[in-house]
C-alpha cells in the first residue's frame, strides 16, 4: 500500500502542450510538497501546502500552477510545456510543517517528465 | 541564506570497510539536520535526523551521523557497508526560522564487493 503515490510514472509529450500531475499520500500528513529533480540529481523545493494552504512557492515560472484539492491530494499542473521542464518531478509529505520532530518527509517514486 | 555541502560527488569503498559520506551546512540559528537515500527509479527515503540533544544521531540500516557545531559538520557513517548500500545520498538542512528544507547536491555511494 503506496504511502505517497504520483501518476503517471512517465511522461513523454511535444513542447507547447499541458500537462497535469497528480500526487496522493495516505499517510494523513498536513504538508506536502513538489520537488524538481534534473538530469544531475539536484533536487529543487518547488511547492509546499499546508493544510491545504500555500506555504512555500519558490521562484517557479508561472506556468506551474499547484492544486490541492484536500489535504491528501497535491496536483501539480503545468502549461505550455519547455525543453527545459524535462527532469523527474517527486511528490512528498510530512506530518507537519512547523514541528521539526514531524517534518521527516516521504517522498513519492517520482515522474519523469521528457518533453520534446 | 542557508545551504548544505557535499564535497564528494561519489564516495567508492569495499564491502565490509567503513564508509563516510560528508556534509557540511550553512545557517543561521540552530541548524536541523536530515539525511536522505535514493536507490535508483526511486524516490528519496529517510535515514536519520539531528534535531536537538546527542551529537551522535543513529538512524537506519546501521547508518549513524555526527553533528558537529564548530565544524558545521553533519557527517554520515556506517562502520561496515554492504553492496547493497550503493545509492545517492542527501544531506539536508532546514534552519533560520524558515519553513524550506535545503538538499544538498547529492554524493553517489558505490560498494564494491
Known amino acids: 500500500d503506496t504511502a505517497v503515490s504520483q501518476t503517471p510514472k512517465y511522461l513523454v509529450t511535444q513542447m507547447g502542450n499541458d500537462k497535469s500531475i497528480k500526487c496522493e499520500q495516505n499517510?494523513?500528513?498536513?504538508?506536502m510538497y513538489w520537488y524538481k529533480q534534473d538530469s544531475k540529481k539536484f533536487l529543487k523545493i518547488m511547492f509546499s501546502?499546508?493544510?491545504?494552504?500555500?506555504?512555500i512557492n519558490e521562484t517557479v515560472p508561472n506556468r506551474f500552477s499547484p492544486k490541492s484539492p484536500d489535504k491528501a491530494h497535491l496536483n501539480l499542473h503545468i502549461n505550455s510545456l519547455e525543453l527545459g521542464d524535462s527532469a523527474v518531478y517527486f511528490c512528498?509529505?510530512?506530518?507537519?510543517?512547523?514541528?521539526?520532530?514531524?517534518?521527516?518527509?516521504?517522498f513519492g517514486a517520482g515522474t519523469r517528465l521528457s518533453v520534446l | 541564506a542557508q545551504s548544505v555541502a557535499q564535497p564528494e560527488d561519489q564516495v567508492n569503498v569495499a564491502e565490509g570497510n567503513p564508509l563516510t559520506v560528508k556534509c557540511t551546512y550553512s545557517?543561521?540559528?540552530?541548524?536541523?539536520l536530515f539525511w536522505y537515500v535514493q536507490y535508483p527509479n526511486r524516490g528519496l527515503q529517510f535515514l536519520l535526523k539531528?534535531?536537538?540533544?546527542?551529537?551522535l544521531v543513529k538512524g537506519s540500516y546501521g547508518f549513524e551521523a555526527e553533528f558537529n557545531k564548530s565544524q558545521t559538520s553533519f557527517h554520515l557513517k556506517k562502520p561496515s557497508a554492504l553492496v547493497s548500500d550503493s545509492a545517492l545520498y542527501f544531506c539536508?538542512?532546514?534552519?533560520?526560522?524558515?519553513?524550506?528544507?535545503?538538499f544538498g547536491a547529492g554524493t553517489r555511494l558505490f560498494v564494491k564487493a
Open positions: 545557517v543561521s540559528g540552530n541548524p536541523y
Open positions: 539531528y534535531i536537538t540533544g546527542d551529537n
Open positions: 512528498a509529505s510530512s506530518q507537519d510543517l512547523t514541528d521539526l520532530a514531524k517534518n521527516i518527509q516521504y
Open positions: 499517510l494523513g500528513h498536513d504538508t
Open positions: 501546502y499546508n493544510n491545504k494552504e500555500l506555504i
Open positions: 539536508a538542512v532546514r534552519g533560520g526560522g524558515g519553513f524550506k528544507t535545503i
